[in-house]
């Protein structure tokens, strides 16, 4: 895969400054690695040193166009995309929660989280660009999932 395959790849934003505890390079290429990984801008963030803030600083100052914006808006497709994945994955075959009987594992419980589920399933519908089957008609499901 040469780098104009890979939709990750990106020439740094230059910066005004050298500071060590900037946005060099090095942190500009891991920040985008932990967004694709994470798809969270503020944990990115946080995964290279760095403030959510600053973050988007960094992206206007790099512009619209620039392939820093390209490579952080693939991302966070994937790191979205990576995300639902371990939300259905979780919804649908639960976790497991160990079960201690004096002090000793004597089984484990499998939890499931059918709000997890339907926040995944609305999450999909809104990738998609609709509405899950359903929502419309329960208000109580509403934003908050």
């Given at each position: 895969?040469?780098?104009?395959?890979?939709?990750?790849?990106?020439?740094p934003v230059p910066s005004a400054s050298?500071?060590?505890?900037?946005?060099?390079?090095?942190?500009?290429?891991?920040?985008?690695?932990?967004?694709?990984?994470?798809?969270?801008?503020?944990?990115?963030?946080?995964?290279?040193?760095?403030?959510?803030?600053?973050?988007?600083?960094?992206?206007?100052?790099?512009?619209?166009?620039?392939?820093?914006?390209?490579?952080?808006?693939?991302?966070?497709?994937?790191?979205?995309?990576?995300?639902?994945?371990?939300?259905?994955?979780r919804a649908l075959h639960g976790t497991?929660?160990?079960?201690?009987?004096?002090?000793?594992?004597?089984?484990?419980?499998?939890?499931?989280?059918?709000?997890?589920?339907?926040?995944?399933?609305?999450?999909t519908a809104r990738r998609e660009g609709?509405?899950?089957?359903?929502?419309?008609?329960?208000?109580?499901?509403?934003?908050?999932?």
């Open positions: 895969m040469s780098a104009t395959d890979n939709p990750l790849a990106f020439t050298a500071r060590h505890d900037g946005w060099t390079p090095e942190r500009q290429r891991g920040y985008i690695d932990a967004l694709a990984t994470l798809g969270v801008v503020s944990a990115a963030a946080r995964a290279v040193g760095m403030s959510r803030k600053s973050a988007y600083a960094l992206l206007k100052r790099a512009g619209a166009e620039s392939g820093f914006a390209r490579a952080w808006a693939a991302a966070v497709e994937e790191g979205g995309a990576r995300a639902l994945d371990l939300a259905i994955g497991a929660k160990p079960v201690f009987y004096r002090g000793r594992q004597v089984g484990e419980v499998r939890r499931y989280n059918d709000a997890l589920l339907l926040a995944a399933l609305r999450a609709g509405t899950p089957p359903g929502v419309e008609d329960e208000p109580w499901l509403g934003s908050s999932l």
